[in-house]
Nanobody
Framework: QVQLVESGGGSVQAGGSLRLSCVAS????????MAWFRQAPGKEREGVAV???????SYADSVKGRFTISKDNAKNTLYLQMNSLKPEDTAMYYC?????????????????WGQGTQVTVSS
């Protein structure tokens, strides 16, 4: 089992920045991959950023150039640096782990989820 705990959410004005963290514990194999998702009220959960086991990354078009995903393997911690935030970034943000589908942005491919951290961006 893998446990994930997110933190770092909050309320900011448009143009501001936040850094989300996700601490992972449990049986985490080096082949597992992690990602950040978000879900706004009334919308489907969407993949925001993924990071592969070798460190390559991929982003949703809506956040490219503004968000950066990174990982500290020694601390088993995943990060999402969010800059130039927009009101449309307002959502609950989740980190997730997939055992077999590294690089996927489909929520169905992920096996473990955190409880989420709320990000609210005001205009």
């Amino acid at each position: 089992q893998v446990q994930l705990v997110e933190s770092g959410g909050g309320s900011v004005q448009a143009g501001g920045s936040l850094r989300l963290s996700c601490v992972a514990s449990g049986y985490i194999y080096s082949s597992y991959c992690m990602a950040w998702f978000r879900q706004a009220p009334g919308k489907e959960r969407e993949g925001v950023a993924v990071i592969l086991s070798r460190g390559s990354t991929s982003y949703a078009d809506s956040v490219k150039g503004r968000f950066t995903i990174s990982k500290d393997n020694a601390k088993n911690t995943l990060y999402l640096q969010m800059n130039s935030l927009k009101p449309e970034d307002t959502a609950m943000y989740y980190c997730a782990v997939t055992r077999y589908f590294c690089g996927s942005k489909s929520p169905d491919r992920y096996n473990y989820w955190g409880q989420g951290t709320q990000v609210t961006v005001s205009s």
